[in-house]
């Protein structure tokens, strides 16, 4: 189903077939072509996003301009469609070196069937549901170009799936057995064409709005700091400043694709940005080619997974969660700064092993202790940005007011004093020995030399966080709007203003800054190639699941295969998302899995007595989706690394996966212990919690490397991994000495709630008939305590309960009401059996369960003790 990469081609070669297209037209007219659209299509997501269309609508007396933002999500596409046609050959063996006859065809067509939406929308409007014999004429070739579309610039699964899931909407009526499960009967040719292209239900739906609105932003802003030279900057401030250490090129490899990963939004490219740098290098000290490949594979996956700009799915997360960007960076923060600290340990344990040095480095050295320090202090500081920018914008209020004027000087006068301080230092550039060696730059003018690149990144951040009492947050699209209108500010000025300070000619560097600028544009919309057809394709999925119940389906089957499990369960949805990620790129394989499962595992988890929030979901979904890039036998991350390397890819994506077991280890236990995702967490517990969870996760990868002080046996590998269990879940052992929740039924239940403290989340186990097959159904939901009268707290909820028989019976919840999603739609009110309040469960009052820490601290002191009578070389 998915083509295996072939190690003779070059990395370049991998990317540009995977994400930017190989085709590179003879013609000049056919190259320029592509390039103009590129063009165009990243000037057309600069217009959108700004402010120009209701100003010109207003100038002109017209809603011309408007109306091409509120019909946006069909031009996207239409830019998406052409482009991958005219830059993905259709097959292996058609032409690269020219657009051939067909390509034509099929670019005008799906460009027709998306401008058609534009067009005729005042028709389509007046005819919703009734659609004409051109409107299906033209969604028909909408959906088959749309799919070509994706078959040449993503491959065959993604197309396969899609394709699977409209054969659905046409026969999935035909089932007796899904049709009991989802009561549908099948859809017209007529109504699923125009479901899945006619409206926003389908291709155009929630997934290519995003697209349209935030993905292509970001991904246009990380294409202008890539060409503009924040990518070389990120790379050479990392080498600075771990390059000298024991293993440094690797640990440098980590940071710098930490940092890349951030605004690349591809695994495969950030492998070969950084990788092509630091993968010799981690060769020259004696990393073997397969571990040398797996560390870049290793930190360039992650990248995605790495605030505050992540990977496309995470937009799509805003939606989908409905909660704000800010929110889900949140979320995010401490699992990504947890795996990469891990990664950064377990780079050291096998320098350790393997007695590596780093690279030589002129002037005085940073120790690692030091080093240590600037990482902590660094995280900390990210963790808690949003209150000091919030303190520094009430300082500057009073001068700032809602004024942009005074915060564009305020940029302009930092941006500049920069630029100068930056013009005081050589280029940035790598740098070798005496004997041509490369060796580590001095700290202090590499990271001065490029800091400048960091304010289009504050811009961004300050945009997205920082909320005062006159000031409201950005949206995500608006917040990397003025990211990117700066971005593009520093790739046109940066050259030449740094050489105006320096005395010397501007005209080349004017020059040179311009081609950053375009080439930027065009990167960045070739970049969003295959996320645009990717989120179209992908919403033919969302689109017939709202149309026929589909994922009622595949939870049924996932679910009886799972025996109502919830690990088992949780292990099939890591497993199913790593086996379509071979060959869906992350955002399509968020969406699928997601739409699919993400209901499945709340209800089990509720009929299991735990309450999963639904972000942990979408996180577990994500994370294992972004795994896949370097999963075997078709990991691409890994194959580009091995091209590099000149290693065997399927042994790199192997050693790769094996490095990424921390990350795999953390959405399992984020589910169970939500304070990793700061849900509900204060700052000093949150610096509680990040402390201890790095101490585990530290333990944990120094089990599987089988290396802590010296290298381990079998018992103290066993000790390890039951003392980071014990750290990452003290809360499972204390259960195992005291119940945690004292529980009541009947009558008794409501006395037991009115003794809980205010806001307190009490438990409500409900059982009664599914809606849908009539059998008992158990669930599990939480209500917020009033003291002193339990009754209160259900009817603050919408919930009525009667008393029967020492039974509570339930009315159905009126709609609108806080549990009405949760418990109105899932029982029959009015079947023979009731649905009942079975188990009320207040949070017992107990031991702390941080207590488990001691006994866990001192089994650690004790393996530390053995370990350094065998070591055979310092720790660190």
């Known amino acids: 189903m998915v083509d295996t990469p072939s190690t003779d081609r070059t990395a370049d070669d991998m990317v540009a077939e995977a994400d930017t297209g190989a085709r590179n037209p003879a013609a000049r007219w056919q190259a320029q072509l592509i390039i103009g659209t590129c063009i165009a299509w990243s000037l057309f997501q600069l217009y959108i996003a700004s402010s120009i269309p209701s100003t010109l609508s207003t100038t002109f007396g017209?809603?011309?301009?408007?109306?091409?933002v509120a019909q946006a999500r069909f031009i996207h596409l239409a830019f998406a469609i052409a482009l991958a046609t005219m830059a993905f050959p259709l097959t292996a063996s058609a032409p690269k070196d020219r657009i051939p006859l067909y390509d034509w065809v099929l670019m005008f067509l799906g460009v027709a069937a998306c401008l058609?939406?534009?067009?005729?929308?005042?028709?389509?409007?007046?005819?919703?549901?009734?659609?004409?014999?051109?409107?299906?004429?033209?969604s028909a070739i909408g959906?088959?170009?749309?799919?070509?579309?994706?078959?040449?610039?993503?491959?065959l699964p993604l197309v396969i799936i899609a394709c699977a899931f409209i054969a659905f909407a046409f026969f999935g009526g035909y089932s007796e057995w899904a049709r009991n499960i989802t009561n549908y009967g099948g859809a017209s040719l007529s109504k699923a064409l125009g479901h899945y292209w006619m409206q926003t239900e389908g291709v155009f739906g929630v997934a290519l709005g995003v697209s349209t609105a935030m993905i292509f932003l970001f991904v246009l802003f990380g294409a202008l700091l890539d060409r503009a030279g924040g990518g070389n900057w990120f790379i050479q401030v990392a080498i600075a400043l771990l390059g000298s250490l024991r293993g440094g090129p690797a640990k440098a490899s980590v940071l710098s694709s930490m940092m890349t990963g951030m605004i690349s939004g591809s695994s495969i490219a950030n492998t070969v940005t950084t990788g092509t740098f630091t993968i010799p290098l981690m060769k020259r000290i004696g990393f073997p080619a397969e571990k040398a490949g797996a560390v870049e594979v290793a930190s360039s996956t992650n990248g995605q997974l790495t605030p505050p700009v992540m990977g496309a799915a995470a937009f799509l997360m805003v939606e989908y969660v409905n909660i704000p960007y800010i929110d889900v960076v949140k979320h995010a923060f401490?699992?990504?700064v947890i795996s990469y600290i891990a990664l950064l340990y377990i780079v050291h344990l096998e320098s350790l092993k393997m007695g590596l040095k780093g690279l030589e480095k002129s002037g005085r050295k940073i120790g690692v202790i030091m080093i240590a320090i600037l990482f902590l202090t660094g995280f900390i500081v990210l963790g808690i940005l949003a209150f000091l920018m919030v303190g520094l914008r009430a300082i500057l209020d009073p001068i700032m007011g809602d004024s942009i004027y005074a915060a564009v000087a305020l940029v302009a006068a930092l941006y500049l004093y920069l630029l100068w301080v930056s013009s005081r230092y050589p280029e940035i550039e790598n740098q070798s020995g005496e004997d041509g060696a490369p060796v580590a730059p001095r700290l202090t003018p590499t990271l001065v030399g490029g800091l400048y690149f960091s304010i289009p990144i504050f811009i961004l951040v300050w945009n997205l966080m920082v909320r005062t009492e006159n000031l409201d947050r950005l949206s995500p699209a608006l917040s990397a709007f003025w990211a990117t209108i700066f971005m593009i500010i520093i790739a046109l000025t940066h050259r030449p203003i740094k050489a105006f300070f320096r005395g010397e000619g501007a005209a080349a560097e004017t020059l040179a800054g311009w081609r950053d600028f375009v080439q930027g544009l065009i990167l960045g919309a070739r970049n969003m190639i295959g996320i645009g057809v990717a989120t179209g394709a992908a919403g033919i999925i969302v689109g017939t699941i709202s149309l026929t119940g589909a994922h009622q389906v595949i939870g049924t089957v996932i679910e009886v295969i799972s025996g109502g499990n919830l690990m088992v369960l949780l292990f099939l949805v890591a497993v199913l998302s790593l086996i379509l990620g071979m060959g869906l790129p992350t955002t399509a394989n968020y969406i699928v899995v997601s739409s699919l499962m993400a209901p499945v595992i709340i209800s089990v988890g509720a009929q299991a007595g735990l309450i999963v929030p639904l972000i942990a979901v979408h996180m577990f979904v994500f994370y294992f989706g972004i795994l896949a890039d370097d999963t075997p036998p078709v990991g691409l991350a890994a194959y580009a690394a091995a091209a590099i390397s000149r290693g065997d890819p399927i042994k790199t994506g192997i050693q790769g996966f094996a490095y990424d077991i921390r990350t795999a280890l953390l959405?399992?236990?984020?589910?169970?212990?939500?304070?990793?995702?700061l849900i509900d967490v204060g700052l000093f517990k949150a610096v509680f919690v990040f402390i201890i969870a790095l101490i585990a996760m530290l333990l944990f990868a120094a089990a599987t490397q089988g290396y802590f002080i010296a290298k381990s046996k079998w018992y103290e590998t066993v000790a390890l991994l039951l003392i980071a269990f014990t750290l990452f879940r003290p809360g499972f052992w204390l259960d195992q000495v005291s119940e945690p929740y004292d529980t009541a039924s009947g009558p008794a239940a409501i006395e037991l709630m009115g003794t809980a403290p205010e806001g307190e989340a009490i438990r409500l186990n409900v059982t009664g008939p599914d809606f849908d097959n009539g059998e008992p159904r158990p669930t599990t939901v939480t209500v917020p305590a009033v003291p002193g009268d339990g009754m209160a707290a259900l009817e603050a909820q919408g919930l009525t309960v009667l008393e029967e028989d020492g039974r509570l019976l339930l009315d159905e919840p009126f709609p609108g009401t806080p549990l009405f999603d949760t418990l109105g739609l899932e029982y029959d009110y009015y079947g023979d059996e009731p649905?009942?309040?079975t188990l009320v469960e207040v949070e017992a009052e107990r031991l702390p369960k941080e207590l488990f820490f001691i006994p866990a601290l001192l089994l650690l002191a004790g393996v530390v003790m053995i370990q350094r009578r065998r070591a055979t070389q310092p720790a660190f």
């Not at 659609?131 to 004429?137: A, E, F, L, Q, Y």
């Not at 959405?667 to 995702?677: A, E, K, M, S």
Request: aromatic letters at 16%; charged letters at 10%.
């Open 143 to 155: 959906m088959v170009v749309l799919m070509i579309a994706v078959y040449r610039s993503l491959g």
């Open 62 to 68: 017209t809603s011309f301009f408007a109306n091409l």
């Open 334 to 336: 401490l699992p990504a």
């Open 835 to 837: 649905v009942e309040i």
């Open 667 to 677: 959405p399992f236990l984020f589910i169970f212990n939500t304070d990793l995702l």
């Open 116 to 138: 058609y939406l534009v067009v005729f929308r005042f028709e389509i409007a007046s005819r919703p549901g009734l659609w004409s014999t051109s409107d299906i004429t033209m």
